[in-house]
């Protein structure tokens, strides 16, 4: 028999010890078992700060081990709530019914646990005056009026919500925790460079927020072996991780086995069995940009020489020599919402397809086109596309207000572009050159031929899909745009540029390396 003040002794001392003596746990084939820690889960305890963020391969019992520590604190401590947010309802009543099972299993040791409350959406213990609250991602009002010691947040990349975004939904329930006060804990499988857990993930890399990360690739998992050894030979990758990483041939084998399970799927084996913090975010079949693609632009990111207020970020001073180009995607100027679109101006040297200047932010439609019209004449007046249709018709009226000499036009009709009055400013974004501009731009990005230095341009790259039609029709065409809750304008901004380059007025030996194709 143990009393609440021995448990939290002991499991301060050796919380390993105290799970597997005391909890029991379902296995796989269903069956209830003594808990026994895996290597992932004694490391976990060992690297546990109260602040976690875990980035784990699929079904390796990361919330198992969270939910054990969490039910140990809510018999050691009194009169706190703790929070569960899974991503499915299904989920959320798995996890009550596990914990349910931990009291059980403490009430056989000796402590007195009764349910004052208990229903779908709320425990309450009676003896410690502790409530569980369990809910899925999105849920009305989660976090709000109450303040947690508890959080587990679970598979954040999977969170669909309706009338908040996934960040705005954690960003609620981290405001009902007070600052160095009891544990939060955020696990999930990777799902993309995009959202708020990639971004918590970054962002704990480089310490720009208070969560420690933990990661382990799939090889920590015991039950990840084949039954048989790999056979020779082994390509490059394989070869790479025996030699970085020990693997052994039956570790190889389930590799081969698994990806060729999961390719029908079109799920990548690099999103649900990671093997490196960055290239498992960057993995899956609709990215706009493969991995190595978008860790090569990583790699040339620079910061700016210099920024001008909160828009305009500087990459290489003008050369009076020197001819440049410009594309803009303009927004609505809405400045109210934090979900809204941003303005974006991409100016690159014609020759090199250099990235030079960036004009980027969220700002009322005439002060973004007063500040178009000032960098692009800085530039040497560069020659510049505007999105159109939309609110880039109001950017080519102000720019022609200011008599701006150097804008790229295009034929309203292209079967009769014979005469001027056939011909207006900007370039046109149809579903069909869209298509063709973005397959340009890909093309043009995986050979080298445009060099990225502004990081939110490579974050936009690395957040973009390629989106089926939802009618196969014969004037439907895929689309590429920004994955749910994030931006695509600087992307746009980059193919407008892209598109009008082969037309930019250059001498021979300043033309741009890239092909492009534009109309005119």
């Not at 700002?363 to 596309?385: I, K, Q, V, W």
Request: charged fraction near 20%; proline fraction near 7%.
């Amino acid at each position: 028999m143990v009393t609440e003040e021995q448990l939290l002794r002991q499991f301060f001392a050796n919380p390993g010890e105290v799970i597997e003596s005391i909890f029991t746990i379902e296995d796989k084939y269903g069956s209830v078992v003594p808990f026994h820690l895996t290597r992932i889960q004694r490391d976990y305890l060992s690297r546990r700060t109260g602040r976690d963020t875990s980035l784990k391969p699929r079904q390796v019992k990361v919330s198992s081990i969270i939910l054990a520590c969490n039910t140990v604190g809510l018999v050691t401590s009194n009169n706190i709530n703790c929070l569960i947010t899974t991503d499915a309802p299904t989920v959320t009543q798995n996890f009550r019914l596990r914990l349910k099972r931990h009291f059980d299993d403490l009430r056989k040791v000796g402590l007195p646990i009764t349910y004052e409350i208990d229903n779908e959406d709320h425990l309450r213990l009676k003896e410690y005056g502790n409530s569980i609250f369990f809910t899925e991602a999105g849920s009305t009002g989660v976090g709000r009026g109450l303040t947690f010691g508890l959080v587990h947040m679970s598979e954040v990349a999977f969170w669909k919500t309706q009338s908040i975004t996934p960040g705005q939904a954690i960003a609620g329930i981290l405001a009902s925790v007070p600052p160095q006060y009891g544990h939060v804990d955020i696990e999930s499988t990777p799902f993309g460079a995009s959202g708020a857990f990639y971004r918590l993930v970054q962002a704990a890399q480089q310490g720009g927020n208070e969560f420690r990360l933990h990661f382990w690739p799939w090889w920590w998992e015991e039950d990840y072996r084949s039954s048989r050894p790999a056979d020779p030979p082994f390509n490059a990758m394989e070869q790479a991780l025996m030699q970085a990483h020990g693997l052994d041939l039956f570790q190889i084998q389930f590799r081969r086995e698994t990806i060729n399970r999961m390719r029908p799927t079109g799920t990548p084996f690099e999103q649900e069995y990671p093997e490196d913090p960055e290239t498992c975010f960057l993995a899956g079949e609709a990215n706009f940009l493969p991995a190595d693609i978008i860790i090569r632009l990583r790699s040339r990111v620079i910061p700016s020489i210099e920024s001008v207020g909160p828009y305009v970020r500087i990459y290489k001073k003008c050369d009076p020599t020197r001819t440049y180009i410009a594309g803009v995607d303009a927004a609505e100027g809405i400045v109210t919402s934090l979900t809204a679109d941003a303005h974006a101006c991409q100016i690159l040297d014609a020759r090199t397809m250099e990235q030079v200047c960036v004009i980027h932010g969220i700002l009322p439609l005439s002060e973004f086109a007063d500040l178009c019209y000032e960098y692009l004449n800085r530039y040497n007046t560069a020659f510049t596309g505007v999105e159109v249709p939309g609110p880039g018709v109001a950017i080519i009226d102000r720019l022609e207000q200011r008599r701006y000499p150097n804008l790229y036009w295009h034929p309203r009709d292209e079967n009769n572009p014979a005469t001027s009055e056939s011909w207006r400013a900007g370039w046109p974004a149809t579903a069909h050159n869209n298509v063709i501009a973005l397959s340009q731009l890909f093309t043009a990005l995986d050979g080298g031929n445009i060099i990225i230095y502004d990081a939110d341009t490579v974050s936009q790259l690395a957040a973009m899909r390629w989106m089926r039609p939802k009618q196969r029709r014969a004037n439907r065409f895929a689309r590429a745009e920004a994955a749910p809750g994030e931006h695509d304008d600087l992307v746009f901004a980059l193919r407008v540029a892209h598109q009008i380059a082969p037309y930019v007025p250059v001498p021979t030996d300043q033309r741009p390396r890239s092909e492009g194709v534009g109309v005119w």
